[in-house]
């Protein structure tokens, strides 16, 4: 192999060898081998592996011995490089003086700093092992100090008496960082050690930080005094290290800092000054903390520990007082504030009435406007002069102020009674309140001792109690350990009577604290199932129909038939823990109101007792249960919680219903049904006409004290009002909406005041979204039982689109009813859903996909299947004959009554 030396060129620091690296692949070249720099994998396929490895061993050998050339740079390597591999190759016994030079510092570190405080280190360990050097202290002087002729005597001596005593053959004592014998430079510490100590002494003269020694140090201050500060380590100075950028960790200061701020939010609330002034007010804070006694320095203040004399509080001023610098009216003298200022601590600046009465010229001059506050302070001290001539003025506002206290003395806010009540009903006002607390309901076990009515009351709980021991709801039992116990509450309940008719009933109640109660160990499922609407709507048409018998009745208590299927412990009631039942707590057999989990165990108990005398539950709403006779259904029943809608066709079986749920449970009968869940039932049976109702009337106002206290913090005519100006200027399709609500503005109950939401509701779902409408109405013997107005998920980019969403949403509903139809004993075979676009009627009959069908979303499309079997059918029908058009857009009023009357609902 051939052999080839070049010249390098010197490493100056910004080369990267590349002439070396042009050089060699020259060479490489030249031999043939120049593949071998892409390495093994760039290498032809064919050759073989012993040629591959020849030529990678060849370019390998040949890079080698030209690496001789690089012995002619100059590398040259930065001072703080050097110092950190110094300071990484000593020893493991300096790990303490390498962290704190390596996280210790904010600034570079060099190589002689190093070196000389590496060799101060060693010779205080020589020091610490010479038992025959001693000296008395370390000296800090400061910047200020200078040396005077006796002590560089005495300084003199002392080196002599060092260079004396310790004779050693390497010569006199020199200072490592300036080389000169005796002490160190200027500023720094002496050391003058005898006893050895492990705490770090740290030259702190606005400089690098380096130690120097350790031991028993006197500090010289600026004023000549001299201190001693010796025994850090039981003083409690110790050394905390912190993560960088979290001054969180600083305790200290940041505890300061709090303490700051809480007292600059203090003054500046009290000045009424805005947080621009903050910048003062944390000076003077700053400035009276360093004023006031602690407790941690003997009731001294920290301006006396480091001054030694005790401080002069007579330029203290109240912050935020009104000050007055006298002003040279002179036309050549300087337009500025001189420092002769007086103030008047009686009085706090009017900063508004300042910025208002002080103006700014167009150049940007202030114009300086008398306060109209100096003239109240010329007032004052002129002061009111009685028959001797004397001013009684200035020795009463001296007085005041020293006894002035900002608690007790503060101007109080004006009180003043509500805006119903006028002055001369005063009297009247105090009254209401008076009889309002008298007569209110008590709160807890506690008030209603209290109460004048607490024979009332504890006759209401004994009641309560018997039926409970009636019901076995609990037994007492010992308290277990490590258990948790759920707590209870009376609850008390006034019912006013009807005067000279029935009298006032006080009722008590016991719930359990269900909120103490935890997922998965005192309850795991809470979901109870009630009726839907469209079931109720549902067997109140077949009731029309077929002039079926209708009656209501409602379970007394219902949540305490259910059985817990869980292990639940309870407190004892309030006023029924005697001594020797104390320390017992009841084991819960039955639900209880309050629990999570009571509503359904009452449903599942009430749901197992229907199946068991012969009910079926329906699989469509499980709250609907039906009960055959000669193959026919004859009876249907409804559940909602505890209110019972019976339908038969005969009393007798209604009767008999009535005698098997009192056998199970304590009902009340409350006869033909005439209210469900705020529908009233109005029926005229000659007629075969069932009517629902759910009008506004006067009947609905408030009775009580307490909803009509209730209706006084609503705003309902407010509301009233903003619906009325949305209405007058631009929404046409509120009229009638505010026509109703307007009407009961004198004395509005909770129906209005719902009435008022739910067109509120309607005005927040008639914002412009650009999403469409769904609308769809069912009938059942031409009475509408279910419909739906709402806005669609998604933005339609077609009428077609948003048609074709509305009716598969209809269509979903429509597969519900034929169910819960065909159930209840109806039977229709086909169910015909009308729509008014055209368009949407073939696309969902023919399975078609072009440009502005195609993106609509394949779960829309299952309603094709269900339209080819044939159980439901679209059909056309006239916009003009569609009563949907009331529930998706505002329309005239003789439409919108024609689209009430093609669904049976007509308006009394």
């Not at 005697?578 to 017992?584: A, F, I, P, W």
Request: proline share 3%; net charge positive.
């Amino acid at each position: 192999m051939g052999y080839a030396k070049f010249d390098i060129e010197k490493f100056i620091g910004k080369n990267d060898f590349g002439l070396w690296r042009v050089k060699m692949r020259a060479l490489l070249v030249q031999q043939g081998i120049v593949e071998a720099l892409q390495g093994p994998t760039a290498l032809p396929t064919e050759i073989l592996e012993k040629e591959r490895n020849s030529i990678l061993e060849k370019a390998h050998s040949a890079i080698i011995l030209n690496l001789d050339d690089l012995e002619n740079i100059d590398v040259k390597m930065e001072d703080e490089d050097k110092a950190l591999l110094l300071l990484n190759s000593i020893p493991k016994s300096y790990e303490h003086f390498k962290d704190a030079m390596l996280y210790g510092r904010v600034q570079t570190i060099s190589l002689d700093e190093v070196q000389s405080l590496i060799r101060a280190k060693e010779l205080q360990k020589k020091h610490d092992m010479n038992e025959e050097n001693s000296g008395d202290s370390l000296t800090v002087r400061g910047r200020s100090d200078r040396r005077d002729t006796r002590n560089n005597q005495n300084r003199s001596r002392s080196r002599k008496g060092k260079k004396n005593g310790n004779q050693s053959s390497k010569g006199p004592f020199k200072c490592y960082h300036w080389h000169k014998e005796g002490h160190f430079k200027k500023n720094s510490l002496a050391i003058i050690e005898s006893e050895p100590s492990k705490e770090w002494i740290l030259d702190s003269d606005n400089k690098v930080c380096k130690v120097v020694g350790s031991g028993t140090i006197r500090i010289r201050m600026f004023d000549g005094a001299e201190r001693i500060l010796q025994h850090v380590r039981k003083n409690g100075i110790t050394r905390h290290k912190a993560v960088r950028s979290t001054p969180q960790q600083n305790r200290l200061a940041e505890r300061m800092n709090r303490t700051l701020l809480e007292r600059v939010r203090c003054m500046l609330l009290n000045a009424g000054l805005p947080k621009s002034f903050w910048g003062e007010a944390v000076s003077i804070a700053c400035y009276l903390i360093n004023r006031c006694p602690s407790t941690a320095i003997g009731m001294k203040t920290p301006l006396e520990m480091w001054y030694g004399k005790p401080i002069n509080y007579n330029n203290l001023k109240v912050f935020r007082c009104l000050a007055y610098a006298h002003i040279k009216q002179d036309k050549l003298e300087a337009r500025a504030l001189s420092r002769d200022v007086v103030f008047d601590e009686s009085k706090m600046a009017n900063l508004q009435s300042y910025v208002t009465k002080n103006s700014v010229t167009k150049e940007g001059i202030p114009i300086e406007v008398e306060l109209h506050q100096q003239q109240t302070m010329a007032d004052q001290r002129t002061g009111v002069h009685d028959q001797d001539g004397e001013n009684q003025q200035e020795p009463e506002l001296e007085t005041r102020l020293d006894n002035y206290n900002l608690v007790r003395d503060r101007q109080r806010r004006t009180i003043r009674p509500p805006d119903r009540y006028g002055h001369a009903d005063l009297i009247s006002y105090a009254l209401n309140i008076a009889e309002e607390i008298e007569e209110a309901e008590p709160k807890n076990f506690k008030e209603a001792l209290k109460s004048k009515d607490k024979h009332k009351w504890t006759k209401a709980m004994d009641e309560k109690i018997a039926s409970l021991m009636k019901n076995k709801t609990w037994e007492l039992v010992d308290r277990p350990k490590n258990q948790r116990v759920v707590g209870c509450k009376w609850i008390f309940k006034k019912k006013e009577g009807i005067p000279s008719v029935t009298k006032a009933r006080y009722k008590a109640k016991l719930v359990a604290k269900g909120f103490t109660q935890v997922e998965g160990i005192d309850f795991s499922e809470i979901f109870s199932p009630v009726v839907k609407h469209c079931s109720i709507k549902l067997i109140l048409a077949l009731v029309a129909q077929y002039d079926l018998e209708l009656e209501q009745l409602d379970v007394k208590t219902a949540f305490l038939y259910g059985v817990l299927e869980e292990t639940i412990y309870m407190d004892q009631p309030d006023g029924y823990c005697t001594l020797e039942t104390k320390d017992k707590v009841c084991l819960l057999k039955k639900s209880l109101y309050g629990l999570k989990q009571s509503p359904r165990q009452w449903y599942k108990r009430f749901d197992e007792f229907m199946l068991r005398i012969g009910f079926a539950r329906s699989s469509y709403d499980s709250c609907v249960y039906m009960k055959k006779q000669d193959g026919e259904i004859s009876t249907y029943l409804l559940l909602y919680v505890d209110d019972i809608l019976v339908a038969s066709k005969s009393k007798e079986e209604v009767q008999e219903i009535k005698d098997m749920l009192n056998s199970e449970f304590d009902r009340k009968d409350l006869g033909l049904a005439t209210k469900i869940l705020g529908m009233e039932i109005i029926r005229d049976r000659k007629k075969s006409r069932l009517f629902l109702s759910q009008k506004l009337s006067n009947s609905q106002a408030p009775e009580s004290e307490d909803e009509k206290k209730y209706m006084e913090s609503v705003p309902y005519v407010s509301g009233v009002g903003s619906i009325m100006y949305g209405m007058v200027c631009c929404r046409p399709d509120l009229a009638y909406a505010v026509s109703v609500i307007s009407r009961f503005m004198a004395n509005p109950g909770q129906a209005h005041w719902e009435a008022l939401k739910w067109t509120l509701r309607y005005l927040r779902g008639s914002i412009d979204t650009r999403k469409s409408l769904t609308g769809f109405i069912f009938t059942v013997f031409g009475t509408a039982v279910s419909w739906k107005s709402n806005i669609q998920s998604v933005v339609a980019l077609s009428t077609t689109e948003a048609e074709y969403i509305a009716v598969t949403e209809a269509i979903k509903e429509a597969m519900w009813l034929k169910g819960m139809v065909e159930e209840l004993g109806i039977q229709q075979k086909v169910v015909t859903v009308f729509c008014d676009n055209q368009s949407t009627i073939h696309l969902k009959k023919n399975q078609v996909f072009h440009e502005r069908s195609k993106h609509i979303d394949v779960k829309l499309h299952f309603v094709r299947d269900v339209i080819a079997k044939g159980s439901i059918i679209v059909k056309k029908i006239p916009t003009e004959e569609n009563p949907v058009d009331m529930l998706i857009k505002a329309l005239p009023v003789a439409k919108f009554r024609h689209c009430l009357d093609l669904v049976n609902s007509t308006e009394k």
